[in-house]
């Protein structure tokens, strides 16, 4: 189950800042809804409660076209997300959602439209002067305000923007562009860094003098991976066919920046975005705020699109991890005893070489939870840990400081090959820890257990890189433990079992032997490696109950050694043979945020190859990994038909033949000696994950003018 990437990410090159931008864009993709959905709309009510003059504007006489918005956004929900939204006496509404009965709202009908999407909307009307801002609902501006730019021109609005101010070419082009757009819609994405997720991020004029003159640092404490998210915002345009206004609409996406770290394509991604910080000029800069952090932010960019090679070295260069630790092999992982329990521990550089104190991090053998070691002193081979307790809100609300639990006293011996000394908490146990090996050290080098936490984090999570003694000696001592094997079952010619790491408690699938002796090792290689990365997701989600591994007061749920719901995650499989394995996989996992993340998936792997099956390796009828025309018509014309009232109604509420063309996809079912294909829905946004399920099963045969050459030869027996 991999992390959530970012939705849009124009920092690659696609939307440079300060430029136009604008691209044609197909109405139905008009308007986004996601699993914020809920989140965001709760803020607005919240903003029009608290500051509703602050978050909305309106000339006289705009009261007709704002009903033309509130119709157009109207119909156009209900087309595109049938399973989200409903019409009632009332109106249109979200399904689900729950409005505060309390709170009273402007009657306006923009902002009644605005409490259904996440975008922002801004009515542009035409006069002398140009198109001007004549109403507006906006709760999550992007350091402007509302207020001031109300009435104003786009010359006026755009003033502050270098290169866009009055008589400059980019603002006549953009008058000239919306006095010629016409029934078409355009969109264009803008985007910047701020510390902290608020949506509600305005800025006066005033403010951003200030900011540009006395130009502060947005992460004080330097901690620019701790703090810093992207905004993106997606903007789109479109022209009103009655009114002949033009509604501009904002979408805001918030990514925490270290999420980068974490997608396929982080050394591109990243790449790219230090690049375009590095082009800005000094205005640009001072605009955007980033003057004095842009080089933390490029530096910290630099690393994450470097880290992958220097992981891919680490990998050719394996023989020398059993060297003494060098400048480029530090942080060191050594194992053996506290008292008689088995422990690895990652310390943040070399025992035998560090000439300052080091910090470090630590699990139990048998329970895999990290636990925080601060640095304390060092003299000499001598050196001191601070242990961590874990925390709640007892122990460290109102800021306090995490209580210590243990201190660590250690030296070196045999240069650093040993380490030797005692565990102090009410009692005092030996510790005796021998050296493993140590890893390849990334551009920044770890100086506290949070950086070792990031390092796994960023590395491992929502990726599929293998945990191998090379890229991780700590991780892959964690992960290699012996696993509880349940009873085989199967079919005659293909066998499996589910095993279960006893410390995180759900069971992944292995196969056990096939007919023919066909190869099972590169199968179980990826299945092992899924195995680990959820494991590895579960432990590393239970550490955070240590305030050493995360920002902020106690993680609510995260003090009862909880593993983010990956206890209780499912998987079963569904068909196994020489040639082709099937599974599914479901769970709800929360570590931390505002809601859990619900899932449920089925895969297909070629066993042979060891390698997942998309959907376009199935069927030769995909365009973009979606179901081309004729494989969407076959599944919607054999899906089995809603027989009473209640299929009926939940048919009605999740559009079932809409999602089809954004959600499907296939699996198999082992039926004796047939194969069944299994046509469903999956990766729904949480909000619609009831909607999610089997649509139907069809024999093989059935779907053989659909199959690639490739996985119809896969499915002969």
Known sequence: MNSRQPTHTPYDGSSKLFTIGLKPLELDKWIEVDRYLFDHLAEKRRLYAEIPDKVFVEEDGTRDTQREVRGLIEAHLLSTFPGMYRRTNAGVEVIGAKADSDATFHDAPLVAASLLVQEDLILMRRDDTGWRLAAGSLCFPSSWSLVEKFGRPLQQIHAPVPGFGPGTRPAELINRMFDGLQGQAVERFNWSIQAGDALYHPLSNVERIDRATNRPSRFPDGDVNAHAFIRVERQTLRKLPLSRDILFTIRIHLDPLKVLARHPDRATLAASFAAQLQALDEAQLDYKGMTSDRDRLMQRLQTMAR?????????????????????????????????????????????????????????????????????????????????????????????????????????????????????????????KLTRIASRAQTETPATTPRDLYDFTDMTFSGDDAPITMAASPYDYLKLDFAPKADAKEGWPDAAYNYVTDPRTKFARPRIVDLAGSAPIEAANALLQNRHWHDSLSALTCAALQYAGFHDGPPMEGMDDDSLGGYEDTTSKVTSLTPKLMSWSESGSLYCGGAHPNNYSDAYVMDVRRGALLTLQDMFSDTVDGKPGPSLATFVKEKRKKPRDQTEVDYEAECGIDDLIGDYLGASLKRDGDRQVLVFGLQGLPNVIQACGGDLVEIPDSEAQALLTPEFAKLLEP
């Open 307 to 431: 880290i992958r090679h220097v992981l891919k070295l680490a990998v050719l260069l394996g023989a020398l991890l059993a060297l003494p630790a060098t400048a480029h092999a530090e942080p060191v992982t050594y194992a053996g005893k506290l008292g008689n329990i088995d422990i690895v521990v990652e310390f943040t550089g070399d025992p035998a070489t560090a000439g300052e104190a080091l910090a470090g991090r630590y699990f139990y053998r048998s329970k895999g939870v990290d636990i925080p070691l601060q640095a304390k002193s060092s003299k000499g081979a001598t050196f001191q840990l601070a242990e961590e307790e874990a925390c709640d809100a007892k122990k460290c609300g109102d800021g306090q400081a995490p209580p210590i639990g243990a201190v660590w006293r250690l030296s070196s011996a045999d240069k650093g090959k040993t380490l030797e000394g005692t565990w102090t908490a009410k009692k005092t146990l030996p510790l």
